[in-house]
T-cell receptor, first 109, second 113 residues
Framework: QKEVEQNSGPLSVPEGAIASLNCTYS??????FFWYRQYSGKSPELIMFIYSNGDKEDGRFTAQLNKASQYVSLLIRDSQPSDSATYLCAVNQGGKLIFGQGTELSVKP | DAMVIQNPRYQVTQFGKPVTLSCSQTLNHNVMYWYQQKSSQAPKLLFH???????NEADTPDNFQSRRPNTSFCFLDIRSPGLGDAAMYLC????????????FGDGTRLSIL
């Protein structure tokens, strides 16, 4: 069983829609959770991080964490073509980041 | 702006010829990481430093070595690159702590001829 799982996609949404990206993790002791955006050929860029159950909002982005279900998600409202990228979920386990495979998001104009 | 800088952005080397990638940071973070990322795969942690303490991942090949001469600089040495070592190499930094994010440099794309 993979430690951090994401649907690889591609996830295709129309411009202006809400994109929902999901991630599950296996280690119940995980304390913090990160979403990175990675454009093709570029390095990961931090979008959001969350460590308490519930929602955390930053502009068009909302991270949601449910530790009981071992589930973390990222919502992108009013999706733009510039949001088209791979989104990596990362979980802090013992000071190390464990990355999921990433979900490729495509926002169609 | 404080940042993580990797040099070079692109590196081409010959099969078996040693190569060194460099990373510098102005964030004054005490932890530095090296990752390898191949196409369509997640970044894979090779090793990291807590200050001067070196931590190697169990599955990192012996071919990969690292040096951290001071807080600001960290190097990745590949002693005898093979074709399978062609990848993007990412340097990241953070402050110690469970909720601290890692900040990545732009990466070095390594090609092996």
């Amino acid at each position: 069983q993979k430690e951090v799982e994401q649907n690889s996609g591609p996830l295709s949404v129309p411009e202006g829609a809400i994109a929902s990206l999901n991630c599950t993790y296996s280690d119940r002791g995980s304390q913090s959770f990160f979403w990175y955006r990675q454009y093709s050929g570029k390095s990961p860029e931090l979008i959001m991080f969350i460590y308490s159950n519930g929602d955390k909002e930053d502009g068009r982005f909302t991270a949601q964490l449910n530790k009981a279900s071992q589930y973390v998600s990222l919502l992108i409202r009013d999706s733009q073509p510039s949001d088209s990228a791979t989104y990596l979920c990362a979980v802090n386990q013992g000071g190390k980041l464990i990355f999921g495979q990433g979900t490729e998001l495509s926002v169609k104009p | 702006d404080a940042m993580v800088i990797q040099n070079p952005r692109y590196q081409v080397t010959q099969f078996g010829k040693p190569v060194t990638l460099s990373c510098s940071q102005t964030l004054n973070h005490n932890v530095m990481y090296w990752y390898q990322q191949k196409s369509s795969q997640a970044p894979k942690l090779l090793f990291h430093y807590y200050d001067k303490d070196f931590n190697n991942e169990a599955d990192t090949p012996d071919n990969f070595q690292s040096r951290r001469p001071n807080t600001s600089f960290c190097f990745l040495d590949i002693r005898s690159p093979g074709l399978g070592d062609a990848a993007m190499y990412l340097c990241a930094t953070s402050i110690t702590g469970p909720h601290q994010p890692q900040h990545f440099g732009d990466g070095t794309r390594l090609s092996i001829l």
